[in-house]
């Protein structure tokens, strides 16, 4: 199983990105996908996570301003993002787990040990 995120890149305070995490050797829709970040100094965390049957959980932080659509058939899973911060400044990865592809979003945010596979990080750098 690989997955690949894109889209990160540098964008002023107030604008909008997408970030795309492809997966592949994974059946389609058979997953969670959880987007984690990093900024520097602190430690991972969940952000956003949807389970197999499409429930989802945002952290406070982002929270309407974030969205996490998927494209079942086209076996990819996104990152919306707008009204950027220089907060939101961070290492985004994305993450899926098989085996707790019914958690609750929450609860598969809550815990990066509870993904299966991650992609690399792609950085996001917002400047004021």
């Known amino acids: 199983v690989q997955l690949q995120a894109s889209g990160g890149g540098l964008v002023q305070a107030g604008g909008s990105l997408r970030l795309s995490c492809a997966l592949s050797g994974i059946a389609p829709s058979a997953y969670a996908i959880g987007w984690f970040r990093q900024a520097p100094g602190k430690e991972r965390e969940g952000i956003s996570c949807?389970?197999?049957?499409?429930?989802?959980h945002y952290a406070d932080s982002v929270k309407g301003r974030f969205a996490i659509p998927r494209d079942n058939a086209r076996n990819t899973g996104y990152l919306q993002m707008k009204s950027l911060e220089p907060e939101d400044t961070a290492t985004y990865y994305c993450?899926?787990?098989?085996?707790?592809?019914?958690?609750?979003?929450?609860?598969?945010?809550?815990?990066?040990?509870?993904?299966?596979?991650w992609g690399k990080g792609t950085l996001v750098t917002v400047s004021s």
């Open positions: 993450a899926a787990t098989v085996s707790g592809a019914y958690y609750s979003p929450g609860y598969a945010c809550a815990e990066e040990g509870r993904m299966d596979y």
């Open positions: 949807i389970s197999m049957g499409g429930n989802i």
